[in-house]
């Protein structure tokens, strides 16, 4: 008996007719048809003495799943990495990382901070030709933004994040301000809490660090050059990283990424933004043992840093470790500039990756 024979015979017993039923079976999709004759065909010839009698060719062939390959259960609870950029930053700097992140198998998201990203001021005085005496004046979009509102943003990021399994927060440069505060406010939302390269302020606020002999060999007092305007008058730290000075392009360079190149630098430098928030928080702003303090934490120190110098970064760790000893820093050391591994992620995301199995002792 033919094949076709068969599946006519498969349809009618369902109560088909061909030629009185043949323009409602042509809706009917191919897919249905096929099971219906399947089904007939494993009534017909299933039974016992005759199984086996017809083979029927499979027109969609399942490869056999190879023994290498592991399944990875649909519960499994992956953590999300959550970023936070630093000074004048926003969500892209992150963006080679994440990638890196990404190829080895892990989520990422990036937040603007309030007043970044698209919340940014680019006045026109900024672009090209550039008219720094309007530019001196003109509005920014920053001013009244403190570091309360980057911890609301946050926490509303972490809320959303923690429905799908446990957050590691990730903060670079300026951006561990804003991660301390958080921890402060809402550990209960955060499993571990990375700085690389961070602000954590323990003991001191930012201004007294920066007045402090760790902070007197950072490279960043040659780039004072860049500021535009009155800040009090702005309500914003305003910088021209759109200069052509060669002395300033250089001293950034050296601030910033002295093991780049000068087309690396001027790449990063178009993704900064002119505006900062002047508030960089105060005492009440430092770690908190009681809450921030619980959270399983880790640093990253950059040792070719000469924006925040490994010696500041020695001593954010050793007052944090003093404050929680039963809860110390789990320690890297990368040997990047301050924003070296931005532009070539390689071995950072591979110890971030490292974290996502850790437990509060270390990696996993």
């Given at each position: 008996m033919s094949t076709v024979t068969s599946a006519g015979r498969a349809l009618r017993r369902l109560g088909f007719d061909w030629p009185r039923?043949?323009?409602?079976?042509?809706?009917?999709?191919?897919?249905?048809y096929t099971a219906a004759a399947l089904a007939w065909f494993a009534v017909e010839y299933g039974g016992a003495g005759v199984r086996g009698r017809v083979q029927l060719p499979n027109p969609w062939p399942v490869p056999a799943l190879r023994a290498d390959v592991r399944m990875t259960p649909m519960t499994?609870?992956?953590?999300?990495?959550?970023?936070?950029?630093?000074?004048?930053?926003?969500?892209?700097?992150?963006?080679?990382?994440?990638?890196?992140?990404?190829?080895?198998?892990?989520?990422?998201?990036?937040?603007d901070l309030p007043g970044h990203g698209f919340g940014a001021t680019f006045p026109?005085?900024?672009?090209?030709?550039?008219?720094?005496?309007?530019?001196?004046?003109?509005?920014?979009?920053?001013?009244?933004?403190t570091l309360a509102d980057n911890v609301d943003h946050v926490a509303g990021v972490l809320r959303r994040a923690?429905?799908?399994?446990?957050?590691?927060?990730?903060?670079?440069?300026?951006?561990?301000?804003?991660?301390?505060?958080?921890?402060?406010?809402?550990?209960?939302?955060?499993?571990?809490?990375?700085y690389m390269s961070a602000w954590c302020c323990v003991d001191l606020t930012p201004g007294e660090y920066m007045r402090g002999p760790e902070y007197a060999s950072s490279a960043l007092g040659g780039t004072m050059g860049l500021l535009v305007g009155d800040p009090m008058t702005l309500g914003a730290?305003?910088?021209?990283?759109?200069?052509?000075?060669?002395?300033?392009?250089a001293a950034l360079r050296t601030a910033m990424l002295a093991d780049g190149t000068e087309d690396d630098l001027h790449s990063f430098l178009n993704t900064l933004?002119?505006?900062?928030?002047?508030d960089a928080g105060g005492p009440d702003d430092r770690a908190q043992a009681a809450t921030w303090g619980r959270i399983p934490r880790t640093y990253v120190r950059l040792t070719e840093d000469r924006s925040i110098p490994v010696s500041l970064q020695d001593r954010f760790i050793a007052e944090a470790d003093a404050l929680t000893p039963d809860n110390p820093f789990q320690v890297h050391s990368l040997d990047s500039s301050h924003v070296g591994f931005l532009i070539r992620p390689g071995q950072a995301a591979k110890i971030l990756a490292g974290l996502a199995g850790a437990g509060p002792g270390g990696e996993g």
């Open positions: 039923h043949a323009p409602t079976v042509a809706l009917v999709p191919f897919a249905a499994t609870m992956t953590p999300t990495f959550v970023l936070v950029h630093g000074s004048n930053g926003n969500a892209s700097n992150w963006s080679a990382l994440q990638r890196e992140l990404a190829l080895l198998g892990h989520r990422s998201l990036a937040v026109a005085a900024y672009q090209a030709p550039q008219d720094l005496a309007a530019l001196a004046t003109a509005p920014s979009a920053m001013a009244g933004v923690a429905e799908h399994g446990p957050v590691i927060l990730v903060g670079h440069s300026r951006g561990g301000v804003t991660l301390t505060a958080v921890g402060n406010a809402v550990p209960d939302l955060v499993d571990r809490i990375v730290i305003r910088m021209n990283w759109r200069t052509a000075d060669p002395g300033l392009l933004e002119p505006d900062e928030s002047l």
